[in-house]
């Protein structure tokens, strides 16, 4: 892994984790909606060592966008080895059951653009044979919960997708990896009481580079709890499931 | 689906003004006073501070750092605190001259890890390195080079600043000078400083070549400053508080050795787990501490090439040791007195004396004549000394007042950073200038500091 392709360079924990990078001199080409806050993430990798930083805005969650962007990344950063998703959004569940607009919004950003722009990264590491396809879904994928399950489905719907895509892309020795963070503290999360289970955005990060790093890791939990806690949820029968209020 | 990609950007907007949803408490570094804030923001960007200062009703917020302002001066009680410390990203750093732009979050810590290796250092630190660049301005912090280099505000290149009346504003020596004078030990209260240009100053080694002399009296520090502020580039004394008006105590200085040593080992930052009960902290733990501290540093005073962390940073090696004053936190006391008023020095040490208070760690050091910009900035000529006190009520107020008297006296200051409890009259004795810093407040600005000290 000496090149990324990081989709969502502004989200928090992308930006650590981009740190992280930058630290072992990586060179990386960073995508996000927000061409100035792009440019001081940017700036801020230069001076902390990362070897080569390249910038691109556009709005990912539209898949008009997505063609130009992949044309861009292979003319500019063409001997990319890893792509790391790291974009998505919470809106509040509250506002999300009741309205059909801001669900769509959900899917489409969380499920949807992500599946769509996947596809065209897989085709082409797939026709290389090498690389790795990095993702960060959620462990709100795991089971559906009344308390965020909008979210969750779209996280769900690409931990499946992500299984097929691993198990298509195993046979060109391209590594898809799944990532499921517990609940981080970053500006995502901000509108939520941030309790005891929320991880710092530093810590995630380490353990995202470390299952980058680390060429045979296909799932990981951060903070790794999160592997138990969800084994144990999971494990609840669905009669009294729908009676907790988690 | 025309209105997918604007609705996250509604969430931006929403997440950037709002504020967080049930936040930690919020402390200073004595963790005295405690401060019940209304609502804390987190930014994380620098484009959400003109919004947040452009809604904020008037006197309402204050910027907060890394929270190592020891008294009230980084809390506003009752109002909001705006968390920067999330604005730390570096933005340029010229690797041939030495000047680093960033976001004014970022920790001098992150600055010497990138600037070390390059060759560069802090012109001025601290003596912590786990302070904002925005704090190390708002307070215009000094270290131990100040006979050499003066305050941190003398080695800017520029400011941006954040005002609720004026939008994000460039100031610098030459430009907007007025603004700039006054947010050099402004504390935090004419604007949010978003970012700052720093000269680093080249260095040939991440050592110091350090020496450690004992000294009996006021006369024989004053004798070793005289000598060593000639040839040291940084010096400063601990004294044992408990060896009565005559101290005993440890003169330190060094220079920056070459050579670089990129495999030596990082510190492992020990942390403490809880804050410490009363009892450890009584006069005859605090003296055997301070004894035990003499005695053992007065074994050889050879020089010795040190690393940079141990020599300026000693104490962040416990990475939270103000703990260790348990629940009633602390106070910091930190005066400066000209030097021809050395017997004030000594009533000083005297009273703490004679109240059986005693410090853990009393630091003495001979400020220059360097000027500052900063408008309210403290240092100044003369000797300042710096004294820990735990808590215990009343007692401890009651002393710090009659040192005030006694540093008042002899035209003297005490120092806003590392205050909680001087009152109006010694605020306005010390900074003379305050009535003209009025007029660069930002009106949506306000600190429980700045309420206490002009309250009429």
Redesign the interface.
């Known amino acids: 892994m000496e090149k990324i392709v990081i989709l969502g360079a502004t989200s928090?924990i992308a930006q650590q984790t981009q740190r992280l990078l930058a630290g072992q001199q990586k060179e990386m080409l960073l995508v996000a909606?927000s061409a100035?806050?792009l440019q001081?993430?940017a700036?801020?990798l230069r001076?902390?060592?990362a070897k080569q930083v390249i910038e691109y805005a556009c709005?990912l969650?539209?898949v008009s966008q997505h063609a130009d962007l992949v044309s861009f990344v292979l003319q500019h950063f063409p001997e990319f080895d890893t792509v790391l998703l790291a974009y998505g959004?919470l809106?509040p569940q509250e506002k999300c059951r009741h309205s059909v607009?801001?669900s769509?919004?959900e899917w489409?950003?969380n499920f949807t653009s992500a599946a769509a722009l996947l596809t065209l990264f897989a085709d082409v590491l797939e026709q290389r044979g090498a690389g790795c396809i990095a993702v960060i879904t959620s462990v709100a994928g795991d089971r559906g919960r009344s308390s965020n399950y909008v979210y969750g489905a779209a996280k769900a719907g690409l931990n499946a997708f992500l299984q097929g895509l691993r198990g298509r892309l195993h046979r060109s020795k391209v590594r898809v990896l799944t990532i499921k963070p517990g609940p981080v503290k970053t500006?995502?999360t901000?509108?939520?009481?941030?309790g005891g289970l929320f991880a710092d955005p530093v810590d995630v990060a380490a353990d995202i580079c470390g299952a980058l790093e680390n060429g045979r890791k296909e799932m990981i939990y951060t903070p790794a709890r999160w592997r138990y806690i969800m084994g144990a949820i999971n494990l609840v029968p669905e009669k009294i499931f729908k009676r907790l209020s988690i | 689906?025309t209105?997918?990609?604007s609705?996250?950007r509604e969430?931006?907007r929403?997440?950037a003004i709002?504020p967080?949803?049930?936040p930690p408490e919020y402390f200073s570094w004595g963790r005295y006073p405690r401060a019940q804030h209304d609502s804390i923001f987190?930014a994380?960007?620098?484009?959400q501070l003109e919004p947040i200062l452009a809604a904020a009703r008037p006197e309402s917020c204050l910027p907060f750092g890394l929270g190592r302002s020891y008294g009230d001066s980084c809390l506003n009680s009752g109002r909001s605190l705006i968390d920067c410390s999330r604005l730390d990203?570096?933005?340029?750093?010229d690797r041939e001259t030495g000047r680093?732009w960033?976001?004014a979050g970022v920790s001098l810590a992150e600055i010497l890890r990138?600037a070390v290796p390059a060759g560069w250092f802090l012109p001025v630190t601290p003596g912590t390195q786990f302070v904002t660049l925005g704090g190390a301005i708002a307070n215009d912090v000094h270290g131990k080079n100040h006979h050499r280099a003066g305050t941190f505000g003398l080695h800017l290149a520029k400011l941006h600043v954040c005002r609720s009346d004026a939008g994000v504003v460039e100031c610098s020596p030459w430009e907007n000078t007025d603004l700039f004078c006054a947010t050099v030990g402004g504390l935090g209260l004419t604007g949010v400083i978003l970012a700052a240009e720093i000269q680093l100053k080249p260095i040939q080694g991440d050592e110091i070549e350090a020496e450690a002399i004992p000294f009996q009296s006021i006369a024989g520090f004053q004798a070793l400053a005289e000598e060593s502020d000639k040839t040291f580039e940084y010096t400063v004394a601990w004294i044992d508080t408990f060896s009565g008006e005559q101290p005993r105590g440890i003169f330190y200085r060094g220079n920056h050795a070459a050579g670089f040593h990129p495999d030596r080992k990082k510190r492992s930052g020990v942390k403490v787990p809880f804050a410490a009960p009363d009892f450890l902290l009584n006069r005859y733990g605090l003296k055997l501490f301070n004894s035990t501290y003499h005695w053992w540093k007065s074994r050889r005073s050879a020089a010795s090439n040190v690393s940079v962390d141990s020599f300026f940073y000693p104490l962040d090696a416990i990475r939270n040791w103000n703990l260790l004053y348990g629940s009633r936190g602390f106070l910091q006391y930190q005066c400066v007195i000209p030097e021809s008023r050395c017997d004030a020095l000594q009533e000083i040490l005297a009273g703490i004396n004679r109240d059986g208070m005693g410090s853990f760690l009393a630091v003495l050091k001979r400020f220059g004549s360097v000027r500052s910009p900063g408008m309210m900035s403290f240092p100044r000529p003369g000797l300042t000394l710096a004294l820990d006190l735990p808590m215990r009520g009343d007692n401890t107020l009651r002393l710090l007042d009659q040192l005030d008297e006694i540093v008042v006296q002899a035209g003297g200051a005490v120092y806003p950073a590392k205050d909680a409890r001087m009152s109006p009259e010694t605020f306005a004795a010390s900074f003379p200038a305050a009535s003209e810093f009025r007029r660069f407040l930002d009106p949506a600005l306000s600190s429980s500091f700045w309420r206490r000290v002009t309250r009429s």
């Open positions: 928090e909606r100035d806050r001081s993430v700036a801020d001076v902390r060592g709005d969650a539209d959004t809106l607009e801001l769509l919004s489409q950003t500006p995502m901000s509108d939520m009481p941030q | 689906m209105t997918v990609s609705v996250p969430v931006d929403i997440a709002r967080l949803e049930r987190k994380y960007w620098t484009d990203r570096m933005l340029s750093f680093l960033c976001e990138v």
